[in-house]
Structures are given as C-alpha cells and as structure tokens.
C-alpha cells in the first residue's frame, strides 16, 4: 500500500493532498492569492495529523518541480524536503507542466462548438486528429512557459520559454487541435486565433492532479535526491529595483 502526501506551490494556489492507493483521501487548498508561507505549513501539519489519526504510515512525499513561481517553488520543495528529512521517507518530483496536463485527460473526448470551439463533453467521440495539450504557467508579459502532450503524455515538445505571438505553436495547430490549459493561457486567447485552438479555463496545478503520476514515480521507485534536488525554474530569479530607490 502506497501512502503519499502531494504539495503543489508553483502558482497562486496552494495546495496539499494526502493518497491511499491512488485514492485521494484528504486534500485542502488555497485559491485567495500568494498565502504559500503561511498556509503551507498548516495544510500539511494537517495532512500528517490525519495519517496519523487514520493509522497510516506515509511512504513519500511528492512535490511539484516547476515550472512556475520561483518563490512558491522554493517554499512547496522546502517543506517537502523538511518532511522527507522528518519522516525519512524519499521525495518525488513532478514537472508542473505535466501535472496540468494529466488533470485534463478525463475530459477527454472532446466536441467543438462551431462559434467559439469551446469544448464540452460527448457521449460519442468526434471523428478528428487526436488533440494536442499545451500547459501554460504564466511568466511575465506575453510569456509563458509551456510543452506539448500528446494523449498518451508523451511529451512532444520540452518546456520553453515562450513568447506569444500570432504564429506561436503554428506547426500543431495546422495539423491538430491543441488545448491550452494553466493561467498562462489566458493571454493568448486573443492572438491564438487559429480555428484548433482551444482554450480549458479555470485551471491550474493541483496537489490532487499529481497523484496518479506520484504513485507511478513511487512503484517504480522514481526518486530525487532530497539533499541536492533542485526546482526546475528555466529562468534565473530577476530581482527589480523599486522605483522610489533609483
């Protein structure tokens, strides 16, 4: 039996969840804003408290990897390395892109409204090239970071650093319909204009979305090095100078 608390930190939301078997069986989140310092540590004192009550004897922790914000990283990999250290028990870490996209698999299939291509569930699947998945984590401006999936999650283009123009991603959207998912999506709904682009609103990385993946890495024994593991941030941290200093 495989017991793991997931912590997701690299948006605005936090979020932390505790799974038997798959099964997510404890979970809270936070959706008010940038609180990581201090809901984090609260959400999982809980989490622990609640295996505990229950008799359950945790067996990894799984932590989101990045993409994302470079301060929600650092926090979500510092409490997640903090219980491996207290409960000596190995880390599991999952990109953040992926996590996003294994969330949206069971909405598969997909039909599209003639006007706006918004998709919404069938009973039937409709005859077209199987979609793509672009995940995007908002960066700065007009860019995001992002990867492409294809259905099986197989990954079809690595993360990069994008920057959104009207011919961003034009090589899949001429052949595929492509959902793009993850706030960063939200800017490109106006300069993505191509008819197989469709866009998944209201989604964003979840503790709960990474247990299927956690559970894999844990069975195959997939772990990181919990002294020298590191965030994936693609871009070094920028720090800016206020204004009213220069």
Known sequence: MAILVAIETSTTVCSVALAVDGKVVWTREDLTGVSHAAQLGVFVAEAVNYARANNLKIN???????PGSYTGLRIGMSEAKGLCYGLDIPLIAIPTLKILATQILPLSPFAFQPLNFEPYL???????????LCPMIDAR???VYAAIYDENLDEIRSVQADIINENSYREYLDTNPVLFLGN?????KDVLTSPNAIFIPDQY????GMISSAEQAFANKNFVDTAYFEPFYLKEFQTTTPKNNV
């Open 60 to 66: 990894a922790v799984a932590v989101s990897s990045g």
């Open 122 to 132: 069938v009973s039937e699947p409709v005859p077209c090239p199987a979609p793509l």
């Open 141 to 143: 401006r007009m860019e």
């Open 205 to 208: 990385p979840s503790a709960a």
């Open 184 to 188: 960063g999506s939200d800017k490109c």
